[in-house]
Each structure stands twice: as structure tokens, then as C-alpha cells.
């Protein structure tokens, strides 16, 4: 399996940056696909999950509302992460991971990750 997250770039507060994270070597049925996040000198961090299964998505509380998770209909190995009313604190670089899965894993059970990508939200 691999992961290819795309779509980082610098915005200002307020605005939007739509992340996508293309997927290959899906071989199961299922798979649940995460989005972290790792800010300078922070620990990484949980932020949505997309399950296949059942096309069910969850959110950290800091982007609950903010953030959308989906597949891409078209390419269903194209999952993305539609980022509104950004705020400083958003700053980090993104990763996409995957594990084939029935519903959204806890962070450790993520098999296989992607590179990062970079969004900086300033003005």
C-alpha cells in the first residue's frame, strides 16, 4: 500500500486549503483512512477518520465543523480533507494512513502512512 498526500500550501486565517491523500495497493475490502497532524515541536496529532465500510467520519474536537473528511466518487482511492475557516493554531504538516478496517481505528492500529504535506495558516 502506498499513501500520497498533496494539496499543502501557505493560506491566511479564515481561509481554506483542500488536502488529498491518493491511495494504491488496496487489496481488502475495507479500509479506514486517518488524517494527523504534527505541529513544530508537538506531538502528533488525531485528526479525522474516513471509513469505507460504512462511509462514517469522525473528528478531533479542534477541527469538528471546520473540517470535512470524504472519498472522491470518482476515484474511490482518492480520499480528501476539505479545510475551512483555518486558524493558526491549524499549522502542521498533514499525513494520510490507512489500515484495512471495519469502521475508524484507534491512532496506533494505522498500518501504512504517507509523506507529509504542509499547511501554514498566516498572515
Known amino acids: 500500500v502506498q499513501l500520497q498526500a498533496s494539496g499543502g500550501g501557505t493560506v491566511q486565517p479564515g481561509g481554506s486549503l483542500r488536502l488529498s491523500c491518493a491511495a494504491s495497493g488496496f487489496t481488502e475490502d475495507y479500509y479506514a483512512v486517518g488524517w494527523f497532524r504534527q505541529a513544530p515541536g508537538k506531538e502528533r496529532e488525531w485528526v479525522s477518520c474516513?471509513?469505507?465500510?460504512?462511509?462514517?467520519?469522525?473528528y478531533a474536537d479542534s477541527v469538528k465543523g471546520r473540517f470535512t473528511v470524504s472519498r472522491d466518487n470518482a476515484k474511490n482511492t482518492l480520499y480528501l480533507l476539505q479545510m475551512n475557516s483555518l486558524k493558526p493554531e491549524d499549522t502542521a504538516v498533514y499525513y494520510c494512513?490507512?489500515?484495512?478496517?471495519?469502521?475508524?481505528?484507534?491512532?496506533?492500529?494505522?498500518?501504512?502512512w504517507g509523506q507529509g504535506t504542509l499547511v501554514t495558516v498566516s498572515s
Open positions: 474516513f471509513s469505507s465500510s460504512d462511509g462514517s467520519t469522525l
Open positions: 494512513a490507512a489500515v484495512p478496517y471495519y469502521g475508524c481505528p484507534l491512532e496506533y492500529e494505522y498500518r501504512y
